[in-house]
């Protein structure tokens, strides 16, 4: 098990620290730390504070993922997701969220907005060649497949 510090950041003693919402939940659901409401229009973006910052061993990463829900009820998302949190960040984490849908969307203080995954990272290294073995796919790329 690996111990992940959470600091809750002056002025979000309101909100709760991120929390799985069910037992078996991969992620950790992150709330809005707006001030006020916030409306986000439709093919916009925004970012939008939580409220804490991590402390995180070497060797973990945190992922920013969109929230199922959000997205398939107001086609509200992550837009760089999954947002990569490295482990020696310590600054406010913040997310950036985009509008996809049609109708304008309010986020309101407390609002659950995305979610947390934690992930561990191999240790790498890697080596410049000259030439690297073929494969049947070889440099087929997107749509290759025809799928």
Known sequence: MYQIKIKRLPGN?????????SEYASGYDLFASVKENLFLQPGKSILIP???AL???AGIEAQVR???GLALKHGITVLNTPGTIDADYR??????LIHLGTEE???KRGDRIAQLVFMKLPTVELIEV????ETPRGIGGFGHTGQ
Not at 130 to 133: A, D, P, V
Request: proline share 13%; hydrophobic share 30%.
């Open 13 to 21: 003693e309101d909100l709760p620290t991120p929390k799985k919402m």
């Open 50 to 52: 939580t409220g804490f």
């Open 55 to 57: 402390e995180m061993p």
């Open 66 to 68: 969109p929230r199922s």
């Open 91 to 96: 600054g406010e984490i913040k997310i950036i």
């Open 105 to 107: 969307f309010e986020i």
């Open 130 to 133: 000259e030439e690297i073995n």
